[in-house]
């Protein structure tokens, strides 16, 4: 089955400053890619995903990449405010609507 | 429109006692979901339904059962809790073939099994 592997597990960045964080998958199969934002003790919600026939998708402050090629996805997050700070998921499926794989996490914490 | 509700919110059970999670969506969904989210696994895919009267295994879905009667319904059981079984739980629903793709999740369920 598919895995999906996130990087780093913990970010601290300083408010204003950008933060990244790295996924790959293994199926290359996989075609959509979303990513969900959980703040402490909230359910995870979606944020913004990609489907493998677009290699860049942007909604304000936030931007995921994908490079199909070498199975890896990323999400960018510029000009950091507190409320950014939460466990961040990134994940794949074949399909938008099929079972979909997450990654471990990244805790991102924006320092004021 | 509620979206996905989940109960109950908090649950403590001794081991070996049996419990059944709740989730109900009115997105008329056709595809529902169970994980469990434990520190440092991110979520686990436990059971799955795509539609009224099927469901399928996960990853992990030895110790649990589930039941899809009716579309708007997933519901998932323990037989016999085990201390392992501590994890808060999600359900999420999403569409099938169509757009927008995306789960949306319930609220969870924190479960301790002691």
């Known amino acids: 089955g598919e895995n999906v592997e996130q990087h780093p597990s913990t970010l601290s960045v300083q408010e204003g400053d950008s933060a990244v964080i790295k996924c790959t998958y293994s199926?290359?199969?996989?075609?959509?890619f979303p990513w969900y934002k959980q703040e402490l003790g909230k359910r995870p919600q979606l944020i913004i995903d990609?489907?493998?026939?677009?290699g860049e998708k942007k909604d304000q402050r936030i931007a995921v990449t994908l490079n199909k090629t070498a199975k890896h996805f990323s999400l960018h997050i510029t000009e950091t405010q507190p409320e950014d700070s939460a466990v961040y998921f990134c994940?794949?499926?074949?399909?938008?609507?099929?079972?979909?794989?997450f990654g471990t996490g990244t805790k991102l914490q924006v320092i004021p | 429109n509620a979206g996905v509700t989940q109960t109950p919110k908090f649950r403590v059970l001794k081991t070996g006692q049996s419990m059944t999670l709740l989730c109900a969506q009115d997105?008329?969904?056709?595809?529902m979901y169970w994980y469990r989210q434990d520190p440092g696994m991110g979520l686990r895919l436990i059971h799955y339904?795509?539609?009224?009267?099927?469901?399928a295994k996960g990853e992990v879905p030895d110790g649990y059962n589930v039941s899809r009667l009716k579309k708007q319904n997933f519901l998932l059981g323990l037989e016999s809790a085990a201390p392992s079984q501590t994890s808060v739980y999600f359900c999420?629903?999403?569409?099938?073939?169509?757009?927008?793709?995306?789960?949306?999740f319930g609220s969870g369920t924190r479960l301790t099994v002691v």
């Open positions: 999420a629903s999403s569409y099938s073939s169509a757009e927008p793709y995306g789960y949306t």
């Open positions: 199926d290359s199969a996989s075609n959509y």
């Open positions: 990609i489907r493998s026939n677009v």
């Open positions: 994940a794949a499926s074949i399909g938008g609507y099929q079972k979909v794989t």
């Open positions: 997105m008329n969904h056709e595809y």
């Open positions: 339904s795509v539609g009224e009267g099927t469901t």
